[in-house]
């Protein structure tokens, strides 16, 4: 039985490295994200690589729209046996303030969108993993929560959040056959949207940043979820 990987938050970067990369391994792959356009692309890049993949459209960081697509999945295919939450897009930097800007509007949009949509997914996976007894949750989640940097003020504090909770996850599921981690972005993805921008960019930066083949990134998932040896992976040193 082929194996389902579910991405939620699919974009043409970094989504499609890590769905080339699970395909590469017999993955089926199920690809949320906001607009037809994107899914329609992506599915005709796996089709052109050999790997099944369905698009379904869905905002992830609406909570009602992220039940709808679980249920969307789970109809077609049957099952998720790897859901993976990458909350990013081509907005993903609206709202993200530096930490004297940090107040209690700005902050409860970035806990919105990075912490508690992704508790909502867990939310609507989780059961049907514990009981089948296998199973993995996999994030993208952000340098900042593991090394506090100011000018990520609100984002830090909703990445520190979220890294307490994938590593509390693990903890109480490694005996339930459900696999809980997260790759860490700690340097500008090469093509994304944030690199496009810095690369167009006339203004200066401080500091000369890293980019990293979103490949790297893919591996870097795939590792963790083939060997389930360790919670975590930091790829890149974004801002230090």
Do not use: C
């Amino acid at each position: 039985m082929l194996k389902t990987l579910a991405i939620f938050g699919a974009g043409p970067v970094l989504g499609l490295s890590l769905a080339r990369r699970f395909g590469r391994e017999g993955f089926r792959v199920a690809l949320v994200a906001r607009t037809r356009k994107n899914l329609d692309h992506l599915v005709a890049e796996l089709s052109r690589d050999g790997i099944e993949a369905a698009g379904f459209t869905a905002d992830v960081y609406e909570r009602d729209q992220i039940a709808d697509a679980v249920a969307a999945i789970k109809e077609t295919y049957g099952r998720i046996d790897v859901a993976e939450f990458s909350p990013g897009g081509g907005n993903m930097g609206e709202g993200i303030v530096s930490t004297l800007d940090v107040d209690v509007e700005n902050t409860q949009l970035i806990l919105d969108r990075f912490l508690l949509s992704a508790v909502s997914l867990v939310g609507q996976v989780l059961p049907d993993m514990v009981e089948r007894g296998d199973g993995a949750i996999l994030f993208t989640a952000g340098q900042s929560g593991i090394h506090p940097t100011p000018f990520l003020g609100n984002a830090g504090m909703a990445q520190a959040a979220l890294r307490n909770y994938f590593h509390t996850l693990n903890a109480v599921l490694a005996d339930k056959g459900v696999y809980v981690g997260a790759v860490n972005v700690g340097a500008l993805i090469e093509g994304s949207v944030p690199h496009q921008a810095i690369a167009s960019s006339e203004q200066p930066l401080e500091f000369d940043p890293e980019v990293i083949h979103p490949d790297v990134f893919a591996e870097g998932f795939w590792g963790l979820y083939s060997k389930r040896d360790r919670v975590e992976a930091l790829v890149g040193s974004f801002g230090r």
